[in-house]
């Protein structure tokens, strides 16, 4: 199994640009989310998903778009870059009890907003 | 609401040395409490999870934790440390609802030889 794998793994976007951060997981799980980190503050929940078809709000999701048309993907999009979205960005999967499981974490995204 | 502190952002240790990072929550119901650990450009992977079945927890590694629902804390500790063990820690703490996850600032640990 490939586990939790996200692309790319690197991208620099101009203010106002969009783009999507992709992440699948091959594991059957239910739970995905999107966490993005930043220093001194550990890992914040952007979006994260019950199940296919089933999104929900974290703790920081304003600027971000999730869709989850599938269990093995769950992309994350940004309409409109700004440069306070330059953070390393992280997928994660579970499976049922959510956030009460072990999370499994893909090796990031790293996004620089000039 | 739930939160998590952890104390110092930085820790240096000498090799052989015991670790301890600290970690404190707060959460309204019995929580779900997990340390993780992040190598330098990597993800994190799970060390060790506390779900109420044990106070102490051994993960891997050789580390383990402490739940202490008096003192609300759930520090980590390992004995003897190695070379390897340079690397963030983050403590996180979920609650019985399990709608959410809830990271402290991370631990930067340093090993000297």
């Known amino acids: 199994n490939a586990g939790v794998t996200q692309t790319p793994k690197f991208q620099v976007l101009k203010t106002g640009q969009s783009m999507t951060l992709q992440c699948a997981q091959d594991?059957?799980?239910?739970?995905m989310s999107w966490y993005r980190q930043d220093p001194g503050m550990g890992l914040r929940l952007i979006h994260y998903?019950?199940?296919?078809?089933?999104?929900d709000q974290g703790e920081v999701p304003n600027g971000y778009n999730v869709s989850r048309s599938t269990t093995e993907d769950f992309p994350l999009r940004l309409l409109s870059a700004a440069p306070s979205q330059t953070s390393v960005y992280f997928c994660?999967?579970?499976?049922?009890?959510?956030?009460?499981?072990?999370?499994?974490f893909g090796p990031g995204t790293r996004l620089l907003v000039l | 609401a739930q939160s998590v502190t952890q104390l110092g952002s930085h820790v240096s240790v000498s090799e052989g040395a015991l670790v301890l990072l600290r970690c404190n929550y707060s959460s309204s119901v019995p929580p779900y409490l997990f340390w993780y650990v992040q190598y330098p450009n990597q993800g994190l992977q799970l060390l060790l999870k506390y779900t109420s079945a044990a106070t102490l927890v051994k993960g891997i590694n050789g580390f383990e934790a402490e739940f202490k629902k008096s003192e609300t804390s759930f520090h980590l500790t390992k004995p003897s440390a190695h070379m390897s063990d340079a690397a963030e820690y983050f403590c996180?703490?979920?609650?019985?609802?399990?709608?959410?996850?809830?990271f402290g600032g991370g631990t930067r640990v340093l090993v000297k030889p």
């Open positions: 594991m059957n799980h239910e739970y």
């Open positions: 996180a703490v979920s609650g019985a609802a399990g709608n959410k996850l809830t």
């Open positions: 998903s019950v199940g296919a078809g089933i999104t």
């Open positions: 994660a999967s579970s499976v049922d009890r959510g956030f009460q499981e072990t999370q499994y």
